[in-house]
């Protein structure tokens, strides 16, 4: 397994394309850690329905 660490701060307009990336490889033994530093805008939630909504929520 390896691990994918995700710095986020204020890019909600990127993330869900991001983790929607990842995702998309073709290695499937994963993990993708969320690291928000305090995003002020809607970052961390946009990050938390592309979760909601994915194959790989773990």
Same mark, same amino acid.
């Given at each position: 397994?390896?691990?994918?660490? +995700? ?7 990127? +993330?869900?394309?991001?983790? @929607?990336?990842?995702? @998309? =490889? ?18 961390? =939630? ?5 979760? =909601?909504?994915? @194959?790989?929520?773990?």
């Amino acid at each position: 397994m390896i691990s994918i660490i +995700v710095p986020l701060y204020n890019k909600s307009s990127v +993330v869900a394309r991001t983790l @929607a990336s990842i995702s @998309a =490889q073709t290695y499937t033994d994963w993990e993708a850690l969320i690291m928000d530093d305090a995003s002020t805008d809607d970052s961390l =939630q946009a990050a938390r329905k592309w979760i =909601q909504t994915s @194959a790989h929520p773990e």
